[in-house]
């Protein structure tokens, strides 16, 4: 029997084809249906959509609600929060589409059975801050993946998808994927008129703070492994702001979140020696952004901003006051459901390091960067907008589509368009879902033609790096260093160095320059060229192989981004030391790139951010 002799071959055709079940892929999945009723949609999923994504361990707030019904906030809202977060550079159109959509989602998430905290004086939704509403949330992800699941013809979980398939009877035009089952090594060939990419951002591109057997403990999760950004960029794709990472500022080593301690529990933050700082960094920060720094709320990044000069100044650590708040028993229960609702590890940390908050203020850190397009921060594929909306050079098909014809993104996978959160991303994946059904209705009835030679040719290369381990490790008897295969955690660990050293990563104060980021590419494409000779023991392995590969190309894909803006336009995120300054007459505008997979070559360009909110 030969090597790929044993392995199944499954082949499933589809209409519609949904990559990765978290919040916006649960929402394509299940809109899809509702206007494609006799469409064949198959969602497919590396873990098991019952509790996978970033949403997996639930959540206590649901950071995005308009709440239009009482009249709290309207859509324009929304557009001009989020475009004053990001420093003046959002896809309003995508925005505005969001938020004008995105209530009628969380409504549905309350009907299937999502418990909702309310005001007992008003009866309205309980909110935490002026868009975020306060939910018991443990259960947040089994409830949309049943809906998803009652929507879609198939779920296939525990599907790594590692490449995306292209018509080979028409340019540019997507046909499906690919890729392998995690447990049983079979092989998944999927045809599809349309593909909706939902499969999150990216984490553990940068080397992490916590290192060593503690190096999954980051605020992102560490599944998050960048396929929405590395499947696009692969086939052609543009990509837009990708050198927009973020950075979030959390409680110190379990990256328990903070919003409900500043907006509900009304805490604040103070140096090591119990001084307010912030305001000491004003003038500093005005020298470099302007009149930014007045504006409310003041822009995520540059908060991050204070804090970093406070501890490079000496004045560490900067600590959450909470004994003030936690001497309230309801505000005391608050603040350790919030833990407990969605990342239990902070609880545990803090047990372990004899903190109770209502006695001692516990510290804060800025976390390590990451790249997604649905928190505070907008990277992702380039979309084309909605139709009533979107500026002419906005559109060139359908809504939400890449500018690969019948590829289509949600989520964290789109670019330009910041603060969807979970239920924007949701409503965001429902938007997509049915501008793909009209996809496959007006232009794609026709079967993408697949050539048989290129999936064939995909499997040889996905599963050769078994071949690798299995004959390299007979050339070492211990240990895990080979001559002639680099192993998953190898690589990822040398990627992490290069981001962390090169391109603004924590042991460089988010810190990088023109140099660097030029020396940065040259040590990113020796790394790719080892990427032939990784050795993967087992399928678990070989997953991390092909994650390792979708991180490598976003991290190449930031790292371009960062080197063509010739600015430092969020400093907090990150800084250019060479273009420490925001320069609004130059790049207020959209980075855009495109990889060439033939040639290994990345095209950048300018697009223009067009307001058309006032
Ligand atoms: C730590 C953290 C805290 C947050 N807190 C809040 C909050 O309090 N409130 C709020 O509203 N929002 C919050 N968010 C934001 C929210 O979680 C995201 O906006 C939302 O999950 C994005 O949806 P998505 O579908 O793009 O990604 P995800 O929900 O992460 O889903 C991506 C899915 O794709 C799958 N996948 C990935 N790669 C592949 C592949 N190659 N093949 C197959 N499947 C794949 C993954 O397994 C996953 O199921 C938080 C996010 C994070 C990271």
């Known amino acids: 029997m030969g090597l790929f002799g044993g392995r199944k071959t499954v082949n499933v055709d589809a209409d519609i084809l949904v990559i990765g079940g978290g919040m916006a892929g649960t929402g394509a999945t299940y809109e899809s249906r509702y206007w494609g009723r006799d469409l064949k949609i198959v969602c497919v999923e590396k873990a098991n959509i019952e509790r996978s994504g970033a949403v997996a361990q639930g959540l206590y707030a649901i950071n995005c609600y308009m ?49 909702m905290m309310r005001d007992p004086k008003t009866g309205r939704y309980q909110r935490e801050g002026k868009w975020q509403i306060m939910i018991h949330g443990e259960s947040y992800k089994p409830i949309v993946a049943e809906a998803a699941r009652k929507a879609a013809t198939e779920v296939y979980n525990r599907i790594m998808v590692t490449h995306l398939l292209m018509d080979s009877s028409k340019a540019n035009r997507v046909a499906g994927a690919v890729g392998f089952n995690v447990r049983t090594g079979d092989y998944h060939v999927f045809r599809a008129k349309a593909v909706i990419i939902a499969a999150g951002g990216a984490s553990h591109i940068f080397k992490p703070r916590a290192v060593g057997e503690g190096m999954g403990r980051t605020w992102y999760a560490p599944w998050s492994s960048a396929s929405a950004y590395g499947l696009p960029i692969r086939v052609g794709a543009k990509m837009t702001q990708m050198e927009n990472r973020i950075v979030l500022t959390r409680f110190k080593d379990g990256y328990g979140p903070v919003g409900a301690y500043f907006l509900h529990l009304k805490t604040y933050t103070q140096n090591g020696y119990g001084q307010e700082y912030e305001s000491k960094w004003k003038e500093h920060t005005r020298a470099l952004v302007g009149d930014y720094i007045d504006h409310h709320p003041v822009p995520t990044c540059l908060r991050n901003h204070a804090f970093l000069e406070e501890m490079k100044a000496g004045g560490g650590p900067i600590r959450m006051v909470t004994k003030e708040a936690f001497q309230d028993p309801h505000k005391e229960t ?111 009835r026709d079967q993408p033609q697949v050539s048989e030679q290129e999936y064939q040719d995909l499997e040889r290369a996905i599963f050769q790096p078994l071949e690798n ?37 924590i042991s460089a104060h988010y810190m990088t320059n023109g140099p660097l980021l030029n020396r940065g590419l040259e040590l990113l494409t020796m790394l790719k060229e080892d990427m032939s000779r990784m050795g993967a023991e087992d399928l678990h392995q070989l997953q991390r192989v092909w994650e390792l590969h979708h991180r490598l190309l976003a991290a190449e894909s930031v790292t371009h981004h960062t080197l063509f803006r010739e600015e430092t336009r969020w400093p907090g995120y990150y800084y250019r030391g060479d273009h420490m300054k925001l320069d609004d007459q130059n790049w207020h505008c959209f980075t855009l790139s495109r ?20």
């Not at 929304?78 to 420093?87: E, G, Q, S």
């Not at 008897?477 to 990822?492: E, F, K, Q, R």
């Not at 990889?595 to 006032?614: L, Q």
């Open 67 to 115: 709440g239009m019904q009482w009249g709290e906030n309207q859509p324009e809202d929304h557009v001009r929060y989020a475009r004053n977060d990001l420093m003046g550079l959002v896809r309003e159109d995508l925005g505005y589409d969001v938020a004008r959509h995105v209530d009628a989602s969380v409504h549905k998430f309350e009907e299937w059975g999502l418990p």
């Open 334 to 444: 608050v603040g350790w459901e919030n833990f407990l609702g969605m990342t239990i590890g902070q609880a545990v940390v803090w047990a372990s390091q004899n903190i109770d908050p209502k006695h001692i203020n516990p510290e804060l850190t800025t976390s390590v960067p990451y790249v997604m397009g649905s928190h505070a921060t907008c990277s992702g594929a380039w979309a084309s907008g909605p139709e009533d909306l979107a500026p002419a050079e906005y559109q060139w098909g359908y809504n939400r589509m890449m500018t690969v014809d019948g590829l289509f993104g949600a989520g964290d996978t789109i670019g330009g368009s910041a603060h969807k959160f979970s239920s924007g991303s949701f409503a965001e994946g429902r938007i997509a879902g049915k501008a793909a059904v009209r996809y496959v209705m007006e232009k794609g």
């Open 469 to 505: 381990y299995r004959v390299g490790r007979n050339e070492i008897v211990a240990g895990t260093v080979s001559p002639s295969y680099l192993l998953p955690i190898h690589g990822l660990q040398r990627l992490q160095k290069i981001m962390d050293e090169y391109v603004g990563g």
């Open 595 to 614: 990889y060439d997979r033939n040639t290994g070559k990345w095209a950048m360009e300018k697009a223009p951010v067009y307001h058309i909110i006032d």
